[in-house]
T-cell receptor, first 119, second 109 residues
C-alpha cells in the first residue's frame, strides 16, 4: 500500500515551454501533498505544500507564478513549471501525506520523481 | 530558523557498523525521520522517532535525544547496497518536513 506515482518520469523540453508534472496517490487519499526540488548532490528542498481544495503554500524564494500547483482532488496534485529555463532543470519529487481522521499525519510517501531537463 | 546538520560524506567497509549523526534546531518538533535515497531515485522511509530512545528495525537503528536536538542512524553488517544518501528530516510544529543536507555513504569491499 501507500503508493505514489509521478508522471512523466523524465522530460526534456525547450526553453520557454511549460511542463506539467502529475502526482497521484494510488491507494490512499492525501489531504496534503508536498513538492520538492533536488539539485545534483544536494538534499531535498521543499517548494510548496499543497492542500486539497485550497491554494498551495509556497516556501520563501519559490515563485508561485512560475511553479503553478493545483490540488484538485484527494489523489491528484499537479505542478506546472511555466516558461521553463535551463536553471529549472532539476529532479522534482512529490510526496503525499495520508488522510487520517482527526490524526495529524506522521509520514509522507514519496513519488519516484520527475527529472526535468530544459535545453 | 530551521537548521539540520549531517556529515556530508562517510566511508565504511562491508560488514562494518556505521553511525550517521544528525543535529537539529527547528520551529518545534513533531518527530524525526530517516530516509535512504539512491542516486536518481526518490527517498525511501527507514525510521521514525518521536520519543527519546532507540528504535531498532533489523540492521538499522535510530536514536533520538530531544533535549540535545540529536539523532543518529546506526547501520550494522554493512552491505554494498547500503551505499546511498541518508537524509535526516524533522517535522516541525507547522507539520512541515525539514530535510538535512544528507550524508553520502560509500561502502567499500
Amino acid at each position: 500500500g501507500a503508493v505514489v506515482s509521478q508522471h512523466p518520469s523524465w522530460v526534456i523540453c525547450k526553453s520557454g515551454t511549460s511542463v506539467k508534472i502529475e502526482c497521484r496517490s494510488l491507494d490512499f487519499q492525501a489531504t496534503t501533498m508536498f513538492w520538492y526540488r533536488q539539485f545534483p548532490k544536494q538534499s531535498l528542498m521543499l517548494m510548496a505544500t499543497s492542500n486539497e481544495g485550497s491554494k498551495a503554500t509556497y516556501e520563501q524564494g519559490v515563485e508561485k507564478d512560475k511553479f503553478l500547483i493545483n490540488h484538485a482532488s484527494l489523489t491528484l496534485s499537479t505542478l506546472t513549471v511555466t516558461s521553463a529555463h535551463p536553471e529549472d532543470s532539476s529532479f522534482y519529487i512529490c510526496s503525499a501525506a495520508p488522510l487520517l481522521a482527526g490524526v495529524p499525519y506522521n509520514e509522507q510517501f514519496f513519488g519516484p520523481g520527475t527529472r526535468l531537463t530544459v535545453l | 530558523g530551521q537548521n539540520i546538520d549531517q556529515p556530508t560524506e562517510m566511508t565504511a567497509t562491508e560488514g562494518a557498523i556505521v553511525q550517521i549523526n544528525c543535529t537539529y534546531q527547528t520551529s518545534g518538533f513533531n518527530g524525526l525521520f530517516w530516509y535512504q535515497q539512491h542516486a536518481g531515485e526518490a527517498p525511501t522511509f527507514l525510521s521514525y522517532n518521536v520519543l527519546d530512545g532507540l528504535e531498532e528495525k533489523g540492521r538499522f537503528s535510530s536514536f533520538l535525544s530531544r533535549s540535545k536536538g540529536y539523532s543518529y542512524l546506526l547501520l550494522k553488517e554493512l552491505q554494498m547496497k547500503d551505499s546511498a544518501s541518508y537524509l535526516c528530516a524533522v517535522k516541525d510544529y507547522g507539520q512541515n518536513f525539514v530535510f538535512g543536507p544528507g550524508t553520502r555513504l560509500s561502502v567499500l569491499p
